[in-house]
Structures are given as structure tokens and as C-alpha cells.
């Protein structure tokens, strides 16, 4: 039997719960012979008070040795005051940078049963599929210098440093042709070349790659700003959006209210393909954050943790049908009017963390 390796990073806050219930999906499927095995280490807030550092270094080495990582949430306000490096973003910043994560896999679905629930009206969400793919490891967030420097007289001047080079727009947008090609064949392309010289390179490089290499896919070419206008005005005219880190994080949570919350939000954090194997280094995470106010009360949405995990069972494990099972059975749960307080609307029935695991547990036993 194949042993498929994961390693669990519950993290902060809702982590802790939202990972338990994907713990008892994976249990699961490994009932029907899927060989998964996992480890559990810390990430982020609770990595600090153990290591004071937000992921460890024997972290870090379970997470190259594993073929794919899950991760939950990070942070709370109770470390606000904690030092730059050390901060709990720092762990999922150390993970996306060490294992060399280039492309994170947004995908922005609006469940037929949650279409009232989007803040846009329904017939603007309904059928909704767009997959943003955001540039992870290079741009503005990486890019050095870095700093806050005092300039005397009373004033401070901080500094970010945005960096792009031609390789890491030609990998990005290479990624994002071939899932165009899975897709609905189309890719639209955002950035701010009107007023940034690396939106200048990004449509320049874009544009080389195309021509030479995906002349059947359909590029189109948007400002990030209109982008965002085009997201909540049309949605659905768009199938795979390419975008800088930067964007990339602020199109990808407009698209997740869209879907009517930011529980229902996987990702996917790919690397390159090893020439050799093909296997690529992952990590897969849920958009929303640790929601610390709401932490320990068994409310917490899982669909979008356990919804990663159906990331990972298809570009990791080649496991699609798996992954169709799984988005299946979430999708046949919300339909039975079942809602986690984020989603709830009227009519419908309340329910907490522990029964929308079960109630997908039973549309997986249903289906089986």
C-alpha cells in the first residue's frame, strides 16, 4: 500500500479545530485504504512560546521530508508586541520561502446552496469557479530593503522594497497557462504598469511567454485596481487571474466574499516539479485567519481546511476522484441547509465545528 505523508500544523487560534476535523477526514479516507500518514508540530504564536521562534528548524525538516503540509491559521493579538523575525507570520513566511512555494492556488467557488449568502446579488455569484494564481515568494513582502529608519527631526521613513526578475514571471505565468488549459482555456493577467516599473517587466514577461509558448490560451491583461472593480461588478468573466504577491493577497480575499465567507476558502502552495520524481513541494491552508475572538467555542467553519485537504488530494496525490468525493460531500452538506455561524441565514439549521464534520462524513459514507 502507497504511504502518502503529511504533516499537520494546527497553529493558533481556530486552528486547532479546524485541523481536528480534517484529521477526521483524512481518517476517512485512509479507512478506504488511502495510506495516509501524519505528524503534528507547531507553527506560528504557539511555535514561539515553545522555541521562540515562529516554526522551529526540526519543523521546517519534517515539512521538506513530508509530500505534502497542511497548515491552519497563525497569529492573535497576544503577540502583537513580539519581535519582526519572530512574529507568528514569520512561520508561514519561513515555509513558503524555504520550500520555494512560487505559486499559491486560490480558488474562489461559490456552493449552488450558498449563492444568497455572497454579499454580491445571486445571479453574479451563482456557478462562480475563478482560480487566482498569486506569485508567493517574490515581490514586496521579500523584497529587500526592508526597513524603518529614523531621519531625525521627529520623522521615520519606512521602506519596501518591491522586486520581480524575469524568471519568477515566466515560472508564475507558465503555471498559469497550464491550469488555463484544464480550465476554461483563459488567463487575465493584473498588475499596475501604469505607475510600477516591475507591473512594467510583469505584462512584458507575460506577454514573451505567451506568444512563444500558449498562443491557444486567451490572455487578457487588467490593472490590479480595475480588477478588483471587475471582481465584485462581474465575476464570472473571469477563469484564471495571474497576479503579483501583493495583489495577489488582496484580489484573492475580495473573491473570497464571493463566495459568502472567508470559511470556505482553500489554497493550494506549490513548488517547482522535481525533474527527476515530479513531485512538487506543498502547502495547503485555508484562506481565513485564526479568528482568535471566536477561538475555543466549536463555531469555527472546517470546509475550508478540510476543503485544502481536497487541494492536496489532487495536486499531490494525482487522488481526483478522491477530491471530487470530498467537494461533493461539502457541497451536499451546505444543501441540507446545514450553517457554521458565518454562513447562517434564515431557515437555515446552526451548527458548530464538530456537526458540519460530521454531517460531510455522512454524505462521504453516502456516497461510498
Known sequence: ?????????????????????????????????????????????SAYEAHGVAISDAAMESAHDADAVLLAAVGGPQWDDVDYDVRPEAGLLRLRKDMELFANL???????????ASSLKRDLVEGLDILILRELTGGVYF?????????????????????????????????????????????????????????????????TVHKAEYVDVTLDHMLADAGGMQLVRAPKQFDVILTDNLFGDMLSDIAAMLTGSLGMLPSASLGAADPVTGKRKA????????????????????????????????YSFAMTGESDRLDQAIAAALDKGLRTPDLMSDRMTPVGTTEMTDAIVAELDAAS
Not at 27 to 39: H, I, K, M, Q
Not at 106 to 116: E, G, M, Q, S, T
Open 143 to 207: 523584497g529587500e530593503p526592508k526597513t524603518i529608519t529614523d531621519i531625525g527631526n521627529g520623522q521615520k521613513r519606512a521602506v519596501d522594497t518591491q522586486v520581480y526578475d524575469t524568471f519568477e514571471i515566466e515560472r508564475i505565468a507558465r503555471a498559469a497557462f497550464e491550469l488555463a488549459r484544464t480550465r476554461g482555456n483563459k488567463v487575465t493577467s493584473m498588475e499596475k504598469r501604469n505607475v510600477m516599473k516591475s507591473g512594467v517587466l510583469w505584462r512584458e514577461v507575460v506577454e
Open 1 to 45: 500500500m502507497t504511504t502518502r505523508k503529511l504533516l499537520l500544523l494546527p497553529g493558533d487560534g481556530i486552528g486547532p479545530e479546524v485541523m481536528a476535523a480534517t484529521r477526521t477526514i483524512i481518517d476517512w479516507f485512509n479507512t478506504r485504504g488511502a495510506g495516509f500518514t501524519y505528524e503534528e508540530d507547531l507553527v506560528g504564536g
Open 283 to 314: 502547502l495547503y491552508e485555508p484562506v481565513h485567519g485564526s479568528a482568535p475572538d471566536i477561538a475555543g467555542e466549536g463555531s469555527a467553519n472546517p470546509i475550508a481546511m478540510i476543503a485544502s485537504f481536497g487541494m492536496a488530494l489532487r
Open 106 to 116: 486560490r480558488p474562489a467557488i461559490c456552493y449552488p446552496a450558498l449563492a444568497d
